[in-house]
C-alpha cells in the first residue's frame, strides 16, 4: 500500500491504496458517494452542516471495503447510511455491514 494513495482527505485511509480498489470496482466509488449524501445534512438554506462528518463516514465503509474492517473506534454503518436495496440490486447484501 502507497502513502497517500488518494485525495479523500481522511487520516484513517492514510497508507491506504483506496484509488486501485475503486478503479477496479468503480460501484463502490458509488457507495461512498451514496453513504456521503445520506449522512449529510443541511441546514434551512440548503447549506451543509456537516460535510466532515459525511466524508467521515464515506471513508470509514471505503477503509472497511479495502481492508476488511472498520478502522478503531468507528462505529459500524447503520443501514440508513448505505444506498437502498433497490439502488444497486445484491449490493447491500455484499457490504456485509
Same mark, same amino acid.
Given at each position: 500500500?502507497?502513502?497517500? !494513495? @488518494?485525495? /479523500? @482527505?481522511?487520516?484513517?485511509?492514510?497508507?491506504?491504496?483506496?484509488?486501485?480498489?475503486?478503479?477496479?470496482?468503480?460501484?463502490?466509488?458509488?457507495?461512498? /458517494?451514496?453513504?456521503?449524501?445520506? /449522512?449529510?445534512?443541511?441546514?434551512?438554506?440548503?447549506?451543509?452542516?456537516?460535510?466532515?462528518?459525511?466524508?467521515?463516514? !464515506? !471513508?470509514?465503509?471505503?477503509?472497511?471495503?479495502?481492508?476488511?474492517?472498520?478502522?478503531?473506534?468507528?462505529?459500524?454503518?447503520?443501514?440508513?447510511?448505505?444506498?437502498?436495496?433497490?439502488?444497486?440490486?445484491?449490493?447491500?447484501?455484499?457490504?456485509?455491514?
Amino acid at each position: 500500500m502507497s502513502r497517500n !494513495a @488518494g485525495s /479523500v @482527505g481522511q487520516p484513517m485511509l492514510e497508507g491506504i491504496d483506496y484509488r486501485e480498489e475503486l478503479r477496479e470496482s468503480p460501484s463502490q466509488m458509488e457507495i461512498c /458517494v451514496a453513504i456521503f449524501a445520506n /449522512v449529510l445534512e443541511r441546514n434551512e438554506r440548503g447549506e451543509p452542516v456537516n460535510e466532515k462528518y459525511a466524508e467521515r463516514r !464515506a !471513508a470509514a465503509w471505503l477503509h472497511r471495503y479495502c481492508t476488511g474492517e472498520l478502522p478503531p473506534g468507528e462505529p459500524d454503518i447503520e443501514p440508513w447510511e448505505r444506498p437502498p436495496p433497490w439502488w444497486m440490486p445484491g449490493m447491500n447484501a455484499d457490504l456485509d455491514c
